[in-house]
């Protein structure tokens, strides 16, 4: 008999951005719901020894064992309900998936939605970037030891120019699986508020709701 495949959505906030997921959780129950994923969410800090954007990576590296896709939202990210599956986007034989950003000439890799592949070349690239200590408080967390790790770097604008084995094994989305105020997709399917003051992330969200 073959196994169903197991897929997971996950999600984490705590403090004041539990007012972020009371706006993005719902939407991302009905994703979970309408394509078949097992819904996650943490609502309390997994390891306090590190800024609290690590905790990604902790629950990550968890998920990864035991689930053949995990996908991953900041609290801050609202999934649209007109989103399709985005297993459909993914690239065959590449573990990692991210959308790459073009703001001010830099090309930038961002961590606020994630698609891993289960298995050990995930966890083992997980593993990778929690060891990148000089990253842990960067203004960027885990997302600056990410984009190390895939060889970016800060040549005149962030690009990829250092040679990378974990390269071959990731892939870029298209910007509508994460829709930024720098980066705007015309037709999103996700919008996420990297770089907003904190102040202004609730309503930006709430206008959104519904579509």
Known sequence: MIRARSRAVCTMAHGPHLALLDVTG?????YAERHGYELIEVKHR??????ASW??????RDLVRRFDLVVWFDADALVLDAAPDIEEALRPRRFLHLVEHRVNGARVPNAGVIALRGGQISARFLDHVWRQRRFIADKWWENAAILHLLGYRDFDGLRP??????????????????????????????????????????PYLRSFVGS
């Open 26 to 30: 719902p939407a991302l129950d009905r």
């Open 46 to 51: 997994l390891d306090p020894t590190r800024p």
């Open 55 to 60: 905790d990604k990576i902790v629950l990550l």
């Open 161 to 202: 120019v250092v040679p990378s084995p974990w390269r071959l094994g990731f892939a870029t989305l298209d910007t509508a699986w994460n829709s930024i105020p720098a980066d705007p997709a015309p037709h999103p399917y996700v919008v996420h508020c990297a770089g907003m003051p904190f102040g202004e992330r609730l």
